[in-house]
């Protein structure tokens, strides 16, 4: 592995593991045993290092959310984009925890987020529509707008919702696998009622996926 995708991923481990608020230069440095200097070669901060992991979580989301407007769509498609959604919060999930801090404190972070937020959605409304053409769901156009807001809301939402203080009491939790898949729980239980009735008899397989235990959850 170069060096350069050494930082990333040992960047990546430390700001999941710890709050990337606690992580530095010098301890990514460290922890590679290489000199600060070195790493600032190929990044000037840490916020190039950020922007560069977001940029990745970017792209591994455009690549599964594209789709055929042409195509049809089945229950084991849905689930699967369930899947690789969780997959992609678990990987990049300091992200989603310190996205607030993170946008706060970089503007160029807040344009890119604000573009992706924007196709996203767009590509969400594609989906959506999709189902609803391949018979999985049954909505008004509104009702659709409405469903992939609300998706959105709790995709991007449920890991700092984890990490407060308002679930769990007064201490923080750590966020583990399977809690982040409780989130796609969340956005099957929001879609149920627009489900088709065929599709409702496959739900039991859903929950099997998304029961893990969690800490109250």
């Known amino acids: ?9 040992t960047s990546l481990h430390l700001f999941n593991t710890h709050s990337e608020r606690t992580v530095t230069t010098n301890h990514i440095a460290a922890a590679m045993n290489i000199s600060p200097g070195n790493l600032y070669y190929y990044f000037k901060n840490k916020e190039a290092i950020i922007f560069e ?44 925890r310190d996205m607030e801090q993170l946008l706060n ?21 594609q989906i959506m529509h999709l189902l609803k053409k391949s018979g999985l769901i049954e909505a008004s156009d509104q009702e659709l707008d409405a469903l992939i807001i609300n998706t959105w809301v709790i995709a991007t939402g449920w890991a700092p919702f984890l990490h407060s203080t308002a679930v769990f009491g007064e201490q923080s939790i750590e966020l ?23 599709v409702r008899e496959s739900l039991p397989e859903a929950w099997n996926l998304y029961t893990e235990p ?3 959850i």
């Open 105 to 125: 404190h970089d503007p160029r972070l807040l344009a890119q987020y604000r573009h992706f937020a924007q196709d996203v959605m767009q590509a969400g409304r």
């Open 53 to 96: 992991l977001f940029c990745q979580y970017e792209e591994r989301t455009r690549i599964f959310l594209q789709t055929d407007r042409n195509s049809t769509l089945t229950w084991n498609d849905v689930l699967g984009y369930f899947q690789q959604i969780s997959n992609n919060i678990w990987d990049y999930r300091f992200l989603h």
């Open 176 to 198: 583990s696998q399977a809690m982040i898949h409780r989130g796609m729980r969340q956005i099957i239980y929001l879609i149920q009622p627009y489900l088709s009735l065929n």
């Open 1 to 9: 592995m170069k060096t350069r995708d050494r930082i990333l991923y």
């Open 214 to 216: 969690t800490q109250g």
